[in-house]
Each structure stands twice: as C-alpha cells, then as structure tokens.
T-cell receptor, first 109, second 111 residues
Framework: KNEVEQSPQNLTAQEGEFITINCSYS?????LHWLQQHPGGGIVSLFM???GKKKHGRLIATINIQEKHSSLHITASHPRDSAVYIC???????????FGKGTHLIIQP | ETGVTQTPRHLVMGMTNKKSLKCEQH?????MYWYKQSAKKPLELMFV???????ENNSVPSRFSPECPNSSHLFLHLHTLQPEDSALYLC??????????FGPGTRLTVL
C-alpha cells in the first residue's frame, strides 16, 4: 500500500508570497494528482502528472519519479488561493486514488 | 460544475434507517468511484467500478452496498450505519486512468 506524505500540514502566508507544498510517496506510481478542496467540500483536480512539470496560470507542479517526490508551487499567491491542497497517487488503470492528509493553506491580504 | 452530480447534498439518518446516495456523471466516463472523507482523516477509497463492474472494494463494511446499473450512475445503499460513519461521501468519475472529476459530495450524519 502506498503511503503519501504531505508537508506542511498548515501554511499561512501573506498575499503575493511564493508558496510550495511538498508530497512524497513510498511505492512506484502511474500518476500523481494535485487536488484543491474549498470549504463546503467540493474537490477540483488541478494537475495530473506522470513526469516532469506542468503549469497552469499561477500554479506549477513538478514530479521527480526517481525520488518519489512532487511539489506544488503557487506564484503571486492571492486570498482566493486559500483552500486545502491534496496530493493523491494511483498505481495504474482505473484505480482509486490514495491520498495525503492535505495542506491547509491560508493567504492573508 | 464538474459534470458529476450527487444527491442528496445533506442527509441525516438514524442507525436503523435505510437510505441511498446517488451519483450521476454527464461526461461519458467509464470508471466511477466512491470515496469517504471523515473529519481529521485523509480521503479514503471505498469502491471502484469500471464499465459497470466492481473492480475494487477497499475492505468496506457490508452496511455500505454499492450499485452501478450503468456507466453514468452509481449508488451507495446505506443500512444500519453507525455514528462513526458520519462523513462526507464523494463520488468521482474518470475515463480510464485519466483525471478524476469529483461531485460536490453528500454530507452524512448518523444519529
């Protein structure tokens, strides 16, 4: 069973700061997902990665398969980025995901 | 709006009740999932259906009974639940191993 660890668990930052959230996993995977969950529960998929780096707007996700590690970066952070960010992995095919505990991010104006 | 809907959004039930959660996806996906999110715990997988066939049951107690009549609909039938089953129940769908799209969830409270 894959163990997914995220850090930090909680992060408070000022608007405009560069944010980094880290994720590590214990067993080889077919893909890693970064998800965003707002208060109220809805989850949105931000990225799905199997190698390298992806960018979408102010969000950047990277993965190092050899080191079993991924990072999510937010540039020019904004209060609307406040949410829980969750790392999840799957082993292949239409497998269910294994999740980290999430990082609770608060961006203060 | 992710293309995945769940009803009801909130449900309160007693331990002797029988209720069902419904999920519908309008994305043409072939895989559907039930996840559970309890307070202070990570999301955890419950069931996976691929082309209407159950492909994964993550050691879920039999008081939770899934049903997938077609690739667009997924149900979770609940009976004789315990208070510790109170949680947010999330449905998701995907095309094969591609990105999963989540519904808004059903917030379940068992009294």
């Amino acid at each position: 069973k894959n163990e997914v660890e995220q850090s930090p668990q909680n992060l408070t930052a000022q608007e405009g700061e560069f944010i980094t959230i880290n994720c590590s996993y214990s067993v080889g995977i077919s893909a890693l997902h970064w998800l965003q969950q707002h208060p109220g529960g809805g989850i949105v998929s931000l990225f799905m990665l199997s190698s390298g780096k992806k960018k979408h707007g102010r969000l950047i996700a990277t993965i190092n398969i050899q080191e079993k590690h991924s990072s999510l970066h937010i540039t020019a952070s904004h209060p609307r980025d406040s949410a829980v960010y969750i790392c999840a992995v799957n082993g292949g095919g239409a497998d269910g995901l294994t999740f980290g505990k999430g990082t609770h991010l608060i961006i203060q104006p | 709006e992710t293309g995945v809907t769940q009803t009801p959004r909130h449900l309160v039930m007693g331990m002797t009740n029988k209720k069902s959660l419904k999920c519908e996806q309008h994305l043409g996906h072939n895989a559907m999932y039930w996840y559970k999110q309890s307070a202070k715990k990570p999301l955890e997988l419950m069931f996976v259906y691929n082309f209407k066939e159950q492909t994964e049951n993550n050691s879920v107690p039999s008081r939770f009974s899934p049903e997938c009549p077609n690739s667009s609909h997924l149900f979770l039938h609940l009976h004789t639940l315990q208070p510790e089953d109170s949680a947010l129940y999330l449905c998701a769908s995907s095309q094969e191993s591609d990105t999963q799209y989540f519904g808004p969830g059903t917030r379940l409270t068992v009294l």
